[in-house]
């Protein structure tokens, strides 16, 4: 097969072998990039259970577009071969990644367990449940993005005529839950039973239930608890092991009832870390102080000594010596030297200050509409607000389940919030009260832009979602998109031209005012989060692996800018004509004060990734991230 052609993609390299085929790598001619091609086996070809199979996986992956699940590019069925092309993930399983390391650390354990809760909880909301769940079928990229593959044997909820009968045990027995071993229909909960698993694993190296026969193994899961996690994590080994044991419950009332849910105990379990670190964090620093502090006397009663032994011996000569040196300006100049480094230095360590927010869950949005006034969003429902510039927050909501995306006013008095599920809310009263608007799509949206009429706007989001509004938000309505992918961001050169950049480096453009959007030139396989236009022509693109390209031509053209960095970038802001930030998912922030052809890495002193930022008025900057972190500016 290596070196043939099916259709337009040619077959390069063997990636992997399953129960269903082969999965190769291949490189698409018509636009020129590499694909995974899963092709079933020849003799699953004659039958005809297969092959419905086989076929169900394609359509039923190509209805999950979510950042954490493998995308579906197309179909194939040549010369009696039917394949699936899929993205093509240039990374490392997390079978590999465990047998590499022997085990995970727990807080890259739960960084992972987070994105696959995501992409599962998102396949859960479309119906579909993987029944397969495993680190074989788990991939990480270079990124550190994490993805399910192989929706092979995935079945919609909905579908009560699917192949696979009731009474069939479909998975692999080690990530199997008890009512798949009872050959019960599985659930959602199944594969919150199989998450649990891969946790387990991820923390010791290996499956709770994986010793003696495969009667023993089935038994297990039927009938035992998990062993607990050895005592390595502290004070946190108990709710480590509450989390896995609610996870693994045998009842499925007791256990998690939805990926949501789960998720929330892995924040509260990740924020309840970042505590202990600060905690041992301050505890050696205070230890490394008292260190140095009695380094310090010992050397200072050395000198000392021997500083008075030469006073003894050179006395006239050291006195006017010295005298003469005080007396001189080098020494004057020295000092002020010395002052300048240090007071530039608590400059650079002081520039960004760390606000004390009323939530821990995630802020994706902020925004002022005026120097007193403004308000931030994020997951869980979270809204907070201040009304003293910034130095105070209060809470609004945070009792959701829907994820809000980014908040927008129009004016001191209306102002809108996108997220999850379609959500779109108004306020008309600067920000005290928000409504829901009727939406016309389920897709989480994740934008929302005006154009300088303040009528016409704009909404994307995921599964190639584009809404616009005629009437100043009041109502939406959805425009035919050429994409699939998940859309981030949007960002318009005059009235008439615009773009949309979004997943796999996606752009769209539009020349009628956002009418009709077509398909633009890539500048980037890369995810693109953000799109900003500025100084009328010059525009800046931010998205995965440090990217940065720059345009001065209106978006016709695009040149990738260094960043120095391979972290995911989030979110750029144009202060001026000449100076910016950027944010990262690692707590960066780059500036530049040459309008964006030039970028220094600077750190906020936040390890958090910093999702979105906003100016107000008064020129002051607030930045907010993960874990309900707020930045603001301190000169």
Same mark, same amino acid.
């Given at each position: 097969?290596?070196?043939?052609?099916?259709?337009?993609?040619?077959?390069?390299?063997?990636?992997?072998?399953?129960?269903?085929?082969?999965?190769?790598?291949?490189?698409?001619?018509?636009?020129?990039?590499?694909?995974?091609? @899963?092709?079933?086996?020849?003799?699953?070809?004659?039958?005809?259970? #297969?092959?419905?199979?086989?076929?169900?996986?394609?359509?039923?992956?190509?209805?999950?577009?979510?950042?954490?699940?493998? /995308?579906?590019?197309?179909?194939?069925?040549?010369?009696?071969?039917?394949?699936?092309?899929?993205?093509?993930? &240039?990374?490392? !399983?997390?079978? *590999?990644?465990?047998?590499?390391?022997?085990?995970?650390?727990? @807080?890259?354990?739960?960084?992972?367990?987070?994105?696959?809760?995501?992409?599962?909880?998102?396949?859960? +909301?479309?119906?579909?449940? *993987?029944?397969?769940?495993? /680190?074989?079928?788990?991939?990480?990229?270079?990124?550190?993005?994490?993805?399910?593959?192989?929706?092979?044997?995935?079945?919609?909820?909905?579908?009560?005529?699917?192949? !696979?009968?009731?009474?069939?045990?479909?998975?692999?027995?080690?990530?199997?839950?008890?009512?798949?071993?009872? $050959?019960?229909? /599985?659930?959602?909960?199944?594969?919150?039973?199989?998450?649990?698993?891969?946790?387990?694993?991820?923390?010791?190296?290996? =499956?709770?239930?994986? +010793?003696?026969?495969?009667?023993?193994?089935?038994?297990? *899961?039927?009938?035992?608890?998990?062993?607990?996690?050895?005592?390595?994590?502290?004070?946190?080994?108990?709710?480590?092991?509450? %989390?896995?044991?609610?996870?693994?419950?045998?009842?499925?009332?007791?256990?998690?009832?939805?990926?949501?849910?789960?998720?929330?105990?892995?924040?509260?379990?990740?924020?309840?870390?970042?505590?202990?670190?600060?905690?041992?964090?301050?505890?050696?620093?205070?230890?490394? @102080? $008292?260190?140095?502090?009695?380094?310090?006397?010992?050397?200072?009663?050395?000198?000392? #000594?021997?500083?008075?032994?030469?006073?003894?011996?050179?006395?006239?000569? %050291?006195?006017?010596?010295?005298?003469?040196?005080?007396?001189?300006?080098?020494?004057?100049?020295?000092?002020?030297?010395?002052?300048?480094?240090?007071? &530039?230095?608590?400059?650079?360590?002081?520039?960004?200050?760390?606000?004390?927010? /009323?939530?821990?869950?995630?802020?994706?949005?902020?925004?002022?509409?005026?120097?007193?006034?403004?308000?931030?969003?994020?997951?869980?429902?979270?809204?907070?607000? !201040?009304?003293?510039?910034?130095?105070?927050?209060?809470?609004?909501?945070? +009792?959701?389940?829907?994820?809000?995306?980014?908040?927008?006013?129009?004016?001191?008095?209306?102002?809108?919030?996108?997220?999850?599920?379609? !959500?779109?809310?108004?306020?008309?009263?600067?920000?005290? =009260?928000?409504?829901?608007?009727?939406?016309?799509?389920?897709? $989480?949206? #994740?934008?929302?832009?005006?154009?300088?009429?303040?009528?016409?706007?704009?909404?994307?989001?995921?599964?190639? =979602?584009?809404?616009?509004?005629?009437?100043?938000?009041?109502?939406?309505?959805?425009?035919?998109?050429?994409?699939?992918?998940?859309?981030?961001?949007?960002?318009?050169?005059?009235?008439?031209?615009?773009?949309?950049?979004?997943?796999?480096?996606?752009?769209?453009?539009?020349?009628?005012?956002?009418?009709?959007?077509?398909?633009?030139?890539? %500048?980037?396989?890369?995810?693109?989060?953000?799109?900003?236009?500025?100084?009328?022509?010059?525009?800046?693109?931010?998205?995965?692996?440090?990217?940065?390209?720059?345009?001065?031509?209106?978006?016709?053209?695009?040149?990738?800018?260094?960043?120095?960095? %391979?972290?995911?970038?989030? +979110?750029?802001?144009?202060?001026?004509?000449? *100076?910016?930030?950027?944010?990262?998912?690692?707590?960066?922030?780059?500036?530049?004060?040459?309008?964006?052809?030039?970028?220094?890495?600077? $750190?906020?002193?936040?390890?958090?990734?910093?999702?979105?930022?906003?100016?107000?008025?008064?020129?002051?900057?607030?930045?907010?991230?993960?874990?309900?972190?707020?930045?603001?500016?301190?000169?």
């Amino acid at each position: 097969m290596i070196g043939s052609v099916i259709e337009h993609y040619k077959i390069v390299s063997v990636l992997g072998e399953g129960g269903m085929g082969v999965v190769y790598q291949a490189f698409d001619l018509k636009l020129e990039r590499y694909v995974a091609l @899963k092709i079933l086996n020849r003799e699953a070809t004659t039958n005809p259970q #297969f092959i419905a199979r086989f076929k169900r996986e394609a359509k039923n992956q190509a209805k999950l577009t979510q950042s954490n699940i493998v /995308p579906v590019y197309g179909f194939t069925e040549e010369r009696n071969m039917l394949g699936i092309v899929m993205e093509f993930v &240039d990374g490392e !399983t997390l079978e *590999h990644m465990i047998q590499r390391k022997g085990k995970l650390e727990l @807080k890259e354990s739960l960084q992972i367990l987070k994105q696959i809760l995501t992409g599962a909880g998102y396949a859960h +909301s479309k119906g579909f449940v *993987h029944r397969d769940i495993k /680190p074989s079928n788990i991939i990480i990229n270079h990124e550190g993005v994490v993805k399910i593959m192989d929706f092979g044997i995935s079945k919609s909820i909905n579908d009560a005529k699917g192949i !696979t009968k009731t009474g069939t045990k479909i998975g692999t027995i080690l990530y199997m839950s008890p009512e798949q071993i009872k $050959a019960m229909e /599985p659930t959602s909960q199944s594969d919150i039973y199989s998450i649990g698993i891969t946790f387990y694993e991820m923390l010791s190296g290996k =499956t709770p239930f994986d +010793s003696g026969t495969e009667f023993d193994i089935m038994e297990a *899961h039927l009938k035992k608890n998990p062993p607990k996690i050895n005592n390595i994590y502290g004070g946190l080994s108990q709710e480590v092991d509450a %989390v896995i044991n609610k996870a693994l419950s045998k009842t499925l009332v007791k256990r998690y009832q939805d990926c949501e849910e789960f998720l929330a105990d892995v924040e509260r379990l990740s924020q309840k870390i970042t505590t202990v670190e600060s905690k041992q964090k301050t505890k050696a620093e205070r230890k490394d @102080k $008292a260190v140095k502090k009695n380094l310090s006397r010992v050397r200072f009663y050395f000198y000392a #000594f021997i500083f008075f032994c030469i006073i003894g011996g050179l006395f006239y000569f %050291v006195f006017s010596t010295v005298s003469e040196f005080w007396r001189g300006t080098d020494k004057a100049n020295l000092l002020n030297k010395e002052l300048s480094v240090f007071q &530039d230095d608590q400059a650079v360590r002081s520039t960004w200050r760390q606000i004390k927010t /009323p939530i821990s869950s995630t802020l994706n949005s902020i925004y002022f509409i005026n120097d007193s006034t403004g308000f931030a969003c994020g997951n869980q429902g979270a809204v907070i607000s !201040t009304r003293d510039g910034g130095n105070s927050w209060q809470t609004l909501s945070d +009792s959701s389940q829907i994820n809000l995306y980014n908040i927008f006013f129009m004016n001191q008095s209306r102002g809108f919030i996108v997220g999850s599920n379609g !959500t779109i809310l108004n306020s008309t009263d600067a920000g005290n =009260t928000w409504q829901k608007i009727i939406s016309v799509t389920a897709e $989480a949206l #994740f934008k929302i832009y005006f154009l300088n009429d303040n009528k016409t706007g704009f909404i994307v989001g995921a599964d190639g =979602t584009i809404l616009r509004s005629n009437d100043a938000g009041a109502s939406w309505y959805q425009l035919n998109s050429p994409t699939k992918e998940v859309l981030y961001s949007i960002g318009f050169t005059d009235d008439n031209k615009g773009f949309i950049v979004g997943w796999n480096g996606e752009m769209l453009e539009t020349s009628d005012q956002g009418n009709t959007w077509t398909e633009a030139r890539k %500048v980037s396989d890369q995810y693109l989060r953000d799109i900003k236009f500025f100084n009328g022509s010059t525009g800046i693109i931010v998205g995965g692996g440090g990217l940065i390209a720059r345009s001065d031509d209106g978006g016709d053209d695009w040149k990738i800018i260094s960043s120095n960095t %391979v972290s995911g970038l989030y +979110s750029i802001n144009m202060l001026d004509q000449s *100076h910016g930030l950027i944010l990262g998912n690692k707590g960066e922030i780059l500036t530049t004060n040459d309008g964006g052809k030039n970028w220094k890495n600077n $750190a906020s002193g936040s390890y958090a990734s910093l999702m979105s930022m906003t100016e107000t008025p008064a020129k002051k900057i607030f930045i907010v991230g993960n874990n309900g972190v707020i930045l603001t500016n301190t000169n």
